[in-house]
C-alpha cells in the first residue's frame, strides 16, 4: 500500500518565517544537519530556497518513510538521504556548519534534550552554528495563553513532554561552549535562537 506523504500545517505556516532567518545566518555555510525532520517538508521547502547548501535530514527511523516521500517528489540536488538519528543512541561521525532544529525541544523528554546539546560538540564544525526554533518559557513563565494550553496538551499525551524554560536550555548551551547570539521573536509565541560554538 503507497502511504501519502505526511503533513504538517504547523511546518507550511512557519516556513517562510524561519528562513528569513536562515538566509542571513547560513550564507557561507556549506552543511547543515536538520535534528527531528519530522514530516521532511522543512527539508524540501528551505533546501530549494537554499540551494548552495548540503542539506542532511535525520530524524527517527519511523520517520524516514515519510520524509523520503518528500525528498524524493523534490529531487533537489542538495538533498542528502535522510539519517536515522535518535538523539539518545549512536550520532553521525561527519561535522556539520550548522545545526537546525524545529519543534524537537518540547518533545524530547528533558533527559533527551540534556542529550542532544551534550552530543552537540561532536557534530558542530569549529564556528558552527546551532538554529533551535520553538516555543520557549522565560523565568518560568508561559508567554502566552496559547502556549500555557499547547504545554497542557503536550503533558496530557505525555508528562515527559512540555515547553521548556529559556535558562534550562540556556545551561545545556553555555555546557555544550556555544554561545548565544540572537533571540529572535516569531510569529504565534515562538523563538528562533542562534548559538555560535566557539571557532
Known amino acids: 500500500m503507497l502511504m501519502d506523504k505526511p503533513f504538517s500545517p504547523a511546518c507550511a505556516r512557519n516556513a517562510e518565517p524561519i528562513l528569513a532567518i536562515l538566509r542571513e545566518r547560513l550564507v557561507g555555510r556549506d552543511t547543515v544537519l536538520e535534528i527531528g ?3 521532511g517538508q522543512h527539508a524540501v521547502h528551505f533546501a530549494a530556497a537554499l ?7 535525520s530524524d527517527r527511523a519511523e520517520h524516514l518513510p ?8 523534490a529531487a533537489l540536488a542538495n538533498t542528502l ?3 536515522a538519528l535518535d538523539v539518545d543512541g549512536a550520532w553521525p561521525t561527519t561535522r556539520y556548519d550548522a545545526v537546525f532544529s524545529a519543534n524537537t525541544l518540547h518533545i524530547l523528554a528533558w533527559p533527551s534534550v540534556q542529550q542532544l546539546f551534550a552530543k ?3 557534530v558542530l564544525a569549529p564556528g558552527g552554528l546551532l538554529i533551535v526554533y520553538g516555543p520557549f518559557n522565560y523565568a518560568g513563565h508561559f508567554t502566552s495563553p496559547s502556549n500555557a494550553a499547547f504545554d497542557a496538551a503536550l503533558k496530557a499525551q505525555d508528562p515527559a513532554m512540555g515547553i521548556r524554560d529559556f535558562e534550562a536550555v540556556f545551561e545545556l548551551a553555555e555546557a555544550a561552549g556555544l554561545r548565544l547570539l540572537e533571540d529572535h521573536a516569531m510569529p504565534a ?4 535562537l542562534v548559538w555560535q560554538a566557539a571557532a
Open 37 to 39: 525532520s519530522g514530516t
Open 51 to 57: 540551494p548552495w547548501l548540503q542539506w542532511q535530514s
Open 66 to 73: 515519510g520524509i523520503r516521500l518528500w525528498l524524493d517528489e
Open 81 to 83: 538521504p535522510p539519517l
Open 120 to 122: 552537540l560538540p561532536t
Open 189 to 192: 509565541n515562538n523563538r528562533c
